[in-house]
């Protein structure tokens, strides 16, 4: 290299150069982006590295702790058993000797600390519990706990050490790659830039002197690049530039033909002396020739239709006066043929004089008659909409007293279904209270003069009669809930559903029962009736796994797919592990007295699922189930969300 390159690329010229290149908002904007972008990608990655260093020496830690277990659980447990303190104080220590470890207790059987090591810090430490178990005579006993603390002090440590490395390294690195970056963009792209925005410059200021050229070699990789084709575009622009004066003042006398042709007449308005020149296309909107029509204001003024040529001359007037650049005006003219067109005339001031005032004003003429004639047709049809809205109203009255007489059949009807249903049921307990008194007469007075036969159908007979009355009692139930008015309010779901399943644990104190509730589950509705949904859900859930023990009952909330829609859904559900049925029957599920299995492997009346449907469409929810034989039942139901 020369002593001239040398000292064209000396540190002070390339800093001077720098300095240059960042000066423009556009250079700092770019230097500030690129260091801004590494330094984001430069943390990000930092912390990503710091992560999984942190990561892997917790998994250390973890597995040391599982170590100690593996390892010391055995010889630690026979210390214990044989009441070895001074063995069991030695081990403690040989664990302590491991790394990262700050803590171990070993705690007895009713959970008194025996012997520690160290000591216990709550904050920054990895706690490992872990039973004691000894083998006696081939019994394996539980005799105490150990309890092993690690410190993540140790971890910290190492990763402040590796943060300062780290980050020092990707700052350097960071500023050697931003720096590359920055003088490449300005070698190739910002020194053509600012020639390019000069040339601009001087198109603006109309100086069309000679193409545009830039300072760099052609060669076949740039020949078609981005400035390049910068460059072919404004020189481009730079010869339609030229030919545009031109086209521009030809195309300044032809406005007017170009107005004519889109169906518009034009005029124009030479204020001081009072003439207006009318278009051809004009005079033809009205019916007339080009000769027929003087260009003269006098013209408008005897068409026009005089309860709009006031008005219209004033608006015309006031444009003129208050010099405001535009006019706008719909009024009548007079045809040819003494017809009337509505007609839209747009204008403005084009010129004015030394004091301000307007010496010439331009506009067009529009035919709106058709637009008038439909907003006439649609006023006549708003209208006939309000008079017919009036006549929907008067209906709307008559149909609400209907309803209320409707309501009123309806609470009569309702009154009247509820004394026949009191009749029916007092009418059909009393030959059932008989059946069952002389049933039960008969089996105390003549048992002796009865065999076992007579004995088991006498049992038959009184059974199916209280069987009849519980059918007779839920019929009642069952029709009740389509009459009763609902109370519905925001309750805790969750609380009913404990104190429901603390009834079914007491009626069936000789069972193992677990039940889960979900707790904080809110309902909207009439909470009497769910709570008999819950009673019948929960109370079927312990009956059909009575040959279940432990018997496992959940109650909560969760995601499901709708089975009609097939859309998620968020539903309540009860599941359990009890007897579960065939799914191709469960069509007959909900219905009034049908039964899946026989009644004497599970009793009951068949209407509580019919009653739980009946509840849950009532609070606008829907019900299904899902089950397998020997797999349990869950029962899904979905509530109307509060308002």
Known sequence: MNNKSARRWSLPAALAW???????????????????????????????????EYRRDRRAI???????????????????????????????????????????????????????????????????????????????????????????????????????????????????????????????????????AAYSDRLSAGQFDEPLRLERRVSRANAHDELAQMV????????????????????????????????????????????????????????????ELADHLSTFERLAHPDDMRETMRILQQNIDSGSSSFVSEHRMQCKDGSWKWISSRGMVVEWDA????????????????RRAAEQELARLLAQTEQAHAALRVANDTMESQVHERTAQLERANQELEAFSYSVSHDLRSPLRGIDGWSLALQEDYAALLDTQGQQYLGRVRSETQ??????????????????????????????????????????????????????????GDEQLLEAVLHNLLENAAKFTQQRTPARIEFGRMQTADPQSRLPVMAL???????????QYAAKLFGVFQRLHKSSEFPGTGIGLA?????????????????????GATFYFTLKESP
Do not use: C
């Open 355 to 370: 004091q301000g005032h307007a010496t010439r004003m331009i506009g067009t003429h529009t035919d709106i008659s058709a």
């Open 18 to 52: 720098m300095r240059r290149s960042t000066s423009t908002n556009m250079g700092r904007r770019f230097t500030v982006l690129i260091l801004l972008f590494s330094s984001i990608v430069t943390l990000l990655a930092t912390a990503l590295q710091l992560e999984l």
């Open 62 to 196: 973890d597995t040391q702790l599982q170590q100690v277990r593996t390892s010391y659980a055995d010889s630690l447990a026979a210390s214990l058993w044989s009441a070895s303190m001074r063995d069991l104080n030695l081990q403690l220590q040989g664990v302590m000797r491991l790394p990262d470890l700050q803590f171990i207790e070993v705690d007895n059987e009713q959970n008194a600390p025996v012997a520690s090591v160290g000591t216990a810090r709550a904050p920054d430490v990895v706690t490992l519990d872990f039973p004691l178990t000894y083998v006696h005579r081939e019994r394996t006993l539980a005799i105490g706990r150990v309890r092993v603390q690690a410190s993540l002090n140790g971890a910290y440590r190492r990763l402040r050490e590796k943060v300062v490395a780290t980050l020092i390294l990707q700052t350097v690195y960071t500023f050697l790659v931003s720096l590359f970056i920055l003088i490449l963009f300005q070698l190739m792209v910002g020194r053509h830039l600012k020639r390019i």
């Open 611 to 631: 009653t739980v449907q009946r509840i849950v469409q009532r609070h606008g929810g829907t019900i299904w189930a899902d089950a397998a034989v020997d797999q």
């Open 232 to 291: 072919a575009a404004l020189n481009s622009m730079h010869q339609r530039v030229n030919s545009s004066f031109a086209d521009l003042r030809e195309s300044e006398s032809r406005w007017k033909f170009a107005l004519e042709g889109a169906g518009d007449g034009v005029w124009d308005y030479d204020v001081p002396r009072g003439t207006v020149f009318y278009s051809k296309r004009w005079k033809e909107m009205l019916g007339y020739a080009e000769h």
């Open 467 to 524: 069987r009849m009355g519980q059918l007779i009692d839920g019929m009642l139930e069952f029709s009740r809930l389509g009459r009763a008015a609902l109370a519905p309010r925001e309750f805790d779901l969750s609380a009913l559903a404990q104190t429901v399943a603390a009834r079914v644990r007491d009626a069936n104190r000789e069972r193992i029962i677990e039940f889960h509730i979900e707790a904080g589950l809110r309902g909207f």
């Open 573 to 583: 559900f009860v599941r359990d592990n009890g007897a579960g049925f065939d799914m």
